[in-house]
């Protein structure tokens, strides 16, 4: 099957400090693919070069077979490449139903429309209350963004990634930060959406990768270790020495 | 909960149909030729500071030079009409063309700018076209302009005449307001808030914040261009001093005084800045003795400007009854 | 233009730069290091020249004058800092400009109650009041050249003070890290009280040293603030030695500016069309070169890593 993303060779420096150093890896339809390591282990950085934040020193980056290395950010979400922050980026002005309408806006026509207002645009409406009611935050639609609980803005983030009607999703550590209830509510979601987008994951969680991720890739000071099933990166000596031995 | 944004009681329209019936009536129903023209005058400045209030309530672009879109429109119109071009409509079109053309070669360059970069560079282009017209000796230069005659309005005298003008005035800025309120709400508008509060979520959602911000600029630039050809017609001069950016600090004051990204704010707030300018005045010669600390005063205390306080108040009244 | 007429513009142009720099250093200096937009510093300008002038109406010393005056800008400075600008440091900038803005209406009109609309002139000192004769062809007044020199002298010590001294390398590292500098033990609201007093203080002995060549009136500053700006954007915010070379290069495209282009509008205007058209044009190629500094360099030439 051909792979959706591709990285190829894909270097970053700051400095002296290589952050990303060489690093290829693919992302295929219908896979979650987990990206985990150490902290400062360049695994943000990645993300960075992927969805368009960063450009990177060597190497390139395809999505769909399309070259979009040095794509803006706007470019590489419009072609179909969504993602979310680790830090959670929401608008905390507008309702969580204007957060994800506003998503909406990028796939549902121009939004170089003047006049009529969005709020009775029934397009974007319909597309944002499907998105919320994919994550369970229906209910709490009409509530301003900056009043919803950590727990929610995170669930609204992943909400307003998927109204854009994304063809792949790269999530930066979506667990962090939820209790362990949301955690558990969260992951069956991811395991839902799998079968429809596939999914970059950066996380901490180790639980929530085993139970989730098809493929591992463990980075380790900008280079990639090892990239295989979850089971043989649990067992890669290597892996344990490097970062899973602590946890394990 | 909280209470969605628009919903805020300063931010119904009855207090805006209630401010254009009263300047209605102040101005055509009482025949005080005094009156008439400070309401006039409040009513330009209200219009460019609707303009503003696109860019700086709504999209977060502190512009420190919005009065040379005041000054281009006025100078478009003086100088058409002085070259012998009679029809209003013609002229207006051509304030548009010139306002749209100026917003969009300036904005594209200082949208390249964020944050101090970006009031300071605007404040350039204002002082720029300052000196340019500084510099038309053929059209009074320092001195500025004088118009002999106006335009007419497919033939008839309603440009000329005090009261049609008025009206006309009015009308536009009606319009002006109609236009602001619907483009903040439009998907347009959305996209503009959300990259003034998110601009790394907005990008990576799949908006060039650029685009739209520079569109914003248009609008709000040709809105403003569209105020001093109305300036034009109703002072009957025009004159470098109108893009000075003493007079874009101006319109900065009345945005804040009214409110910024408010509905209703720029009318309540240039009212408000006529009135206020006008009776300190009466009262005291050195009047910006008293405007300057006021000023400061409302800055350090009151934030939210007038709009917070008629929302207070009104909240206050309803808990009451 | 001839040889002689250049050199005297050439001389003008770093005398008007050095000016530009002694108010333009404190304003990028207390932007830096605050990340505050102070419009009231050309004020500070005016209020130095107008009591170098009181004070020296009042000492009979033209020195003694300009220290008055320099004093009297440092006290105004720190005065505004503690009632009013240090409560707006946390504030977004658009506060900032509108206070500020509020402190200049009421400067000017309180100049202009306190000494009339009218400008006034004052004589250089008696000492400093000959001319001298530079090549056999121009003289130039003693006054303006040691403007020029105690101006360079200025801009020496300060880039030495910002650069050797204890209080500069905290105000360096204040301008790009203000909350690691605070981390290190340093009272900030000091620092900031320093360098605001001190920028006050250079501005109002600008004020003092214009006011000789300059006539002193009610919103001498407000011009002189912008073009100050003007010199702070094309050098890079909190950069000292990019206001310096970016005051020189304004000062000088602002003199030689406004005679080169006279001379070039007289090949296709009438000389008294080209000479009233000529300034004006002039005084925009200022603007029109920091559009063009910004579009390839948005941060200004000398940017301050941040």
Known sequence: ???????????????????????????????????????????????????????????RILFESAEITRASPAARARAGLGRSFQITAVVAGFTALENAALAAQVTAGSSFRFWRAAARDMALTTAAMAALEEVGLAPRAGVRAGDLS????????????????????????????????????????????????????????????????????????????????????????AARAAYLGEEA | MSTPPLQRPSEHPTIAWTLFAALAAGGLITGDAYLASLLTKAMILALAAISL?????????????????????????????????????????????????????????????????????????????????????????????????????LGTGVMQSDGGLFLVILAMLALGWLVAGRLAASRFGRVLAAAKEAEVRVETLGFDPFAYRLAAYVIAGVIAGVAG????????????????????????????????????????????????????????????????????LLVLFARGGLSSAIDAGLRRREAAA | ??????????????????????IAAGLTLVFGVMGFINLAHGVQYMVGAYLAVAGIALTGNFFAGVGIGLMGALALGLALEFLIFRHLYDRDHLDQVLATFGVILFLNEAAKAIWGPNPIAIDPPQMLQATIQLTETLRYPVYRLALIAVGLAVALGLYLAVNRTRVGMLVRAGSTHAPMVAALGVDIRRLFMVVFGFGAMLAGFAGALAAPIFSVEPNMGDDLL?????????????????????????????????????????????????????????????????????????????????
């Open chain 2, 229 to 296: 050809f109305l300036l034009a017609h109703e002072a009957e001069f025009v004159s470098p001093a109108t893009m000075a950016w003493q007079r874009s600090g101006d319109l900065i004051i009345i945005v804040l005084i009214g409110g910024m990204g408010t509905r209703n704010g720029a009318l309540i707030g240039a009212l408000a800045f006529v009135g206020l300018e006008e009776g300190l005045a009466r009262v005291l010669d050195e009047w910006r003795l008293v405007f300057g600390p006021l000023l400061i």
């Open chain 1, 150 to 237: 950590h727990g929610e803005r995170r669930l609204l983030e992943l909400a307003m990634v998927l109204a854009a009607r994304p063809r792949a999703l790269i999530l930066d550590e979506p667990m962090a930060g939820l209790g362990h209830a949301e955690g558990i509510a969260l992951t069956g979601l991811l395991a839902r959406l799998k079968t429809r987008l596939p999914l970059l994951l950066v996380e901490h969680d180790m639980q929530a990768v085993f139970a989730l991720a098809d493929r591992v890739s463990l980075l380790v000071e900008g280079r990639l270790v090892i990239t295989d099933t979850p089971a043989a990166v649990r067992a890669d000596a």
């Open chain 1, 1 to 59: 099957m051909t792979p959706i993303l591709v990285a190829e060779g894909l270097t970053k420096r700051f400095g002296a400090l290589t952050a990303v150093g060489d690093v290829s890896l693919d992302l295929r339809p219908g896979e979650v693919h987990a990206l985990i390591g150490p902290n400062g282990a360049g695994k943000t950085t990645l993300m960075q070069l992927l969805s368009g934040l960063l450009l990177p020193d060597s190497g």
């Open chain 3, 1 to 22: 233009m001839s040889t002689t007429l250049l050199l005297i513009q050439l001389l003008n142009g770093v005398q008007l730069g050095v000016l530009l720099f002694l």
């Open chain 2, 53 to 153: 209030d696109l860019l700086i309530g709504r999209a977060g672009l502190v512009s420190f030079g919005h009065a040379a879109f005041l000054g281009l429109g006025a100078y478009t119109a003086g100088i058409a009409i002085e070259e012998g071009v009679e029809e209003t409509l013609t002229i207006l079109a051509l304030t548009v063309a010139v306002s749209a053309g100026f917003a969009a070669i300036t904005g594209a360059i200082a949208l390249r700018t964020a944050g101090v970069y970006f009031i300071m560079i605007t404040l350039a282009f204002g002082q720029m076209l300052f000196f340019a017209a500084s510099a038309l000796s053929q059209y009074g230069g320092d001195d500025g302009l004088t118009l002999w005659s106006t335009s007419t309005l």
């Open chain 3, 226 to 306: 912008i073009t100050a700006f003007v010199v702070i954007i094309i050098g890079g915010i909190g950069s000292i030695r990019g206001a310096f070379v970016a005051a020189l290069i304004v000062g000088l495209l602002d003199t030689l500016g406004r005679s080169l282009v006279t001379d070039g509008l007289r090949l296709v205007l009438s000389p008294s069309a080209a000479a009233e058209v000529g300034p004006a044009l002039a005084a925009m190629l200022v603007y029109v070169f920091m559009a063009a500094v910004l579009f390839f360099r948005p941060t200004g030439l000398f940017a301050a890593a941040r």
